[in-house]
């Protein structure tokens, strides 16, 4: 079965650039998450959608970022314009919800990351 | 929210070796999840603790839960080198259910 598929896997591109980076999650999981990692920080949680509606986005740093999800089987980060601070490693996940509600403990699938270096 | 402090934030090992590492918060935690992340991937659950004094095991790694939900530990007997990687602690925060937060982790190396 496919995992969590992100693209690209690298990215580089030079200050105040456009990036978009894509995610398509496990099919039949219902929600999914965008995350970033880097050395200082480690995992954060960006934003995360529930039915393709954004539920969370209080990670999302600064309006330069912006995150989609037109359908249940995709997704897009987008950063508008790129600053050299947004190198990082992006990852995306997704989970299946049930009609409870997120559980404690409910397994989230990562994708392999994007790696994105801004010059 | 919650810190979680995790240590070492290294450790580099021979193979067969035993080790031990840790995750620890000033706050109680509502449930614990360890994950391992190996180069160029991204992390993978391992387990979820959820009791007080819970200990579970897989294979040859055994999770512990401190009894005051504080803190926890992941100890691997006679490590591989395939167990090398990122391994990181997550807790829910902020009462959410679906908001992890994460420890910075422990990069742990096997040498062969």
């Known amino acids: 079965d496919a995992g969590v598929i992100q693209s690209p896997r690298h990215e580089v591109t030079e200050m105040g650039q456009e990036v978009t980076l894509r995610c398509k999650p496990i099919?039949?999981?219902?929600?999914l998450f965008w995350y970033r990692q880097t050395m200082m920080r480690g995992l954060e949680l960006l934003i995360y959608f529930n039915n393709n509606v954004p539920i969370d986005d209080s990670g999302m740093p600064e309006d330069r970022f912006s995150a989609k999800m037109p359908n249940a089987s995709f997704s897009t980060l987008k950063i508008q314009p790129s600053e050299p601070r947004d190198s990082a490693v992006y990852f995306c996940?997704?989970?299946?919800?049930?009609?409870?509600?997120?559980?404690?403990?409910?397994?989230?699938?990562f994708g392999p990351g994007t790696r994105l270096t801004v010059l | 929210t919650q810190l979680l402090e995790q240590s070492p934030q290294f450790l580099s090992i021979q193979e067969g070796e035993n080790l031990t590492v840790y995750c620890n918060s000033s706050s109680v935690f509502s449930s614990l999840q360890w994950y391992r992340q190996e180069p160029g991937e991204g992390p993978v659950l391992l387990v979820t603790?959820?009791?007080?004094?819970e200990v579970k095991k897989l294979k040859r790694l055994t999770f512990q839960f401190g009894d005051a939900r504080k803190d926890s530990s992941l100890h691997i007997t006679a490590a591989q080198p395939g167990d090398t990687g990122l391994y990181l602690c997550?807790?829910?925060?902020?009462?959410?259910?679906?908001?992890?937060?994460f420890g910075k982790g422990t990069l742990l190396t096997v040498n062969p």
């Open positions: 099919s039949g999981h219902n929600s």
């Open positions: 996940a997704s989970s299946f919800t049930g009609l409870a509600g997120v559980t404690k403990g409910d397994t989230q699938y």
């Open positions: 603790v959820v009791t007080g004094g």
């Open positions: 997550a807790e829910n925060s902020g009462g959410s259910n679906y908001k992890l937060t």
